[in-house]
């Protein structure tokens, strides 16, 4: 028989918001004819011109003052120029019926995060055990990023999950050991989670970026974001991480033989 969620979040369209986080901006085009359908209501901040003249246009030539390189392959990223912006990566995704193009700026770090990640790679192989191997994933993410907080959060058979390793900063709140209901986070979040193994939050107090187009071109709320890594958060969500006084996010999906382990 087949189970029927009670949980409302597990009905919520969230591959379907219509708007994107604004640290980055957004280009939608048609696959078949290549002209652009819709744009994040930022894009100015990346590409010059009117944007109101955007859709429409053929992808290439509204890209074409970055200097990209038009062979666009499925995630495939490359390093682009933004008049306004400079260095950016430019990430394409496919749908049936879509493009999608991000453009998000290089950030320069004060660290060589290739090296981190080396080391990081280096310690979990060494280790004969899954949680010593976690811990140290755990604190090498924290040093990579500089949250305050990195934790791994195990899903039981049940669903529910459970925080059994945690790295934190003096002074903030331990969540090691403490359990979370199945109902936190939706099914539809769970395969997404399996679907892109990062997700960033960049700011949760920030305003999301509407996608904006012609009368005549496609409805926003249709365009199927779920490989774009700028896809806006639920407010479901978004007011879940600020009762818990969160201000931004990063999450890695750990999957163990396909399935979401944690």
Known sequence: MQQISTNPCDQEPI??????????????????????????????????????????????????????????????????HSPQKGACYLVPHFTPQALLVELEPVLHYGYNPEEIIGHLLTDIMSSDR????????????????????VMVYKFHDDGHGEVIAEVVDPGVESYFGLHYPASDIPQQARALYKRNLVRLIADVS?????????????DANQIDLSD???RAVSPVHIQYLKNMGVAASFSVSIVSQGELWG
């Open 15 to 80: 591959q379907f918001p219509g708007k994107i986080q604004p640290h980055g901006a957004l280009i939608v085009a048609d696959r078949q004819s290549g002209l652009v359908q819709l744009v994040s209501a930022n894009i100015n901040d990346y590409l010059p011109g009117e944007i109101a003249s955007m859709p429409g246009q053929p992808l290439t030539e509204l890209l074409s003052v970055t200097g990209f390189n038009p062979d666009l392959k499925v995630s495939d990223y490359q390093i682009v």
């Open 130 to 149: 899954v949680l010593a191997s976690l811990e140290e994933a755990t604190r090498k993410i924290k040093q990579i990023t500089g949250f305050n907080r």
């Open 206 to 218: 920030a305003n999301d970026c509407a996608l904006v187009g012609l009368p005549s071109t496609w």
């Open 228 to 230: 774009a890594s700028l």
